[in-house]
């Protein structure tokens, strides 16, 4: 049988390790290259893109499944989590002046552009998927606070 290493695979162990265990011991993974938008717009506006990848991993996974987020129905689809390196593509992209936020009109997925974090037990700095959040207000971009990116 051969073994699936789709990025969605990939995806799809690490959250069936947090349902089965409470936590995955995965160490962060490239869920694909930092798209054009997000690089012409960080270039433009003096932003640092710690790399030119964008990374996911197990600890931020839990993060946006934790139980306190839970209780509040914001916990977003298993099958969303796992499809965004694909449809990320497709949806609105903004900048609120620290993150990139990724919507659908459904869910946000927030990504932080220079984030510290432990690879291989080294400190790198890396364009990282933080959380994402279920159920964001519809009017929630229409403000100042946030900078749409075409």
Do not use: W
């Not at 969303?80 to 946000?108: A, H, V, W």
């Not at 984030?115 to 037990?121: C, L, T």
């Amino acid at each position: 049988m051969e073994t699936d290493n789709s990025i969605e695979s990939q995806i799809a162990a690490v959250l069936s390790d947090i349902h089965q265990k409470g936590y995955s011991s995965v160490q962060p993974f490239i869920i694909g290259k930092v798209e054009q938008r997000m690089l012409l717009f960080a270039q433009a506006n003096a932003v640092t893109l710690a790399s030119d990848e964008l990374y996911m991993s197990a600890k931020q996974l839990q993060h946006c499944m934790r139980a306190s987020k839970n209780a509040k129905g914001l916990v977003v689809a298993d099958i969303d989590l796992i499809c965004f390196p694909q449809n990320r593509f497709q949806m609105d992209l903004y900048y609120d002046g620290e993150c990139f936020i990724y919507t659908d009109g459904l869910s946000k997925f927030i990504i932080h552009p220079n984030y510290k974090m432990k690879v291989n037990r080294e400190e790198v700095k890396l364009v990282n998927f933080i959380t994402a959040t279920r159920r964001t207000d519809k009017k929630e971009f229409n403000g100042k606070r946030y900078i749409k990116i075409q």
